[in-house]
């Protein structure tokens, strides 16, 4: 299977060692993957975050989340570049605030996606660490992303449920433990 591998991340940290132990695993099960992103960088090496820190610094707040929700536009375009060139079977993107374009050019490129989710971004609690200026919008965008999806894989069972309440989600929703590497099956829910 083709892969197109999507995430709008610096890929440092904790989030670059599982994108790199996803793409690991798909190529180990005989996968061709293809990472796909706007922000230099490689599979093993997190992109520069000196613009990116720049921007979010000097921006307020409300400014950034337009930025970030107007940064969907020359990502489809590049990822309906992507989808057209690499032909890929499956996107699978990482779910990222305020980023639908993987899932609508996947859609619109006739091809099917699965988005990894780990968090949402509008979920009760979350905003006491990331507030959002614009809440009502990113529930909308979030709730499309959960519905655009071919399916949805997340990290826990309360995640899947909050998820699928949010979404009122018909298509395929599974959970997948987080942290969990080997070939473990994943569980319909």
């Not at 050019?105 to 971004?121: D, K, M, T």
């Amino acid at each position: 299977m083709r892969i197109l591998y999507w995430h709008r991340t610096l890929g440092d940290g904790a989030e670059g060692v599982h994108i790199a132990a996803m793409i690991d695993a798909f190529r180990t099960l005989g996968h061709d993957v293809r990472l796909a992103r706007m922000i230099a960088g490689t599979e093993r090496a997190a992109a520069p975050a000196g613009l990116v820190e720049r921007v979010r610094a000097r921006l307020p707040a409300p400014l950034f989340e337009l930025a970030s929700i107007g940064y969907n536009i020359p990502e489809y375009v590049h990822l309906r570049r992507a989808i057209a060139s690499y032909r890929p079977d499956l996107v699978y993107a990482r779910h990222a605030r305020y980023a639908g374009a993987a899932l609508l050019a996947a859609r619109h490129g006739g091809v099917r996606s699965l988005l990894e989710v780990n968090a949402l971004f509008t979920a009760p609690g979350y905003a006491q660490f990331e507030p959002l200026a614009f809440a009502g919008t990113a529930r909308r965008m979030e709730r499309d992303c959960l519905r655009l999806a071919s399916s949805v894989i997340t990290v826990s069972s309360p995640l899947t449920r909050q998820a699928a309440a949010l979404a009122v989600i018909l298509g395929v929703l599974l959970v997948r433990p987080a942290g969990l590497l080997g070939t473990t099956a994943v569980r319909r829910v």
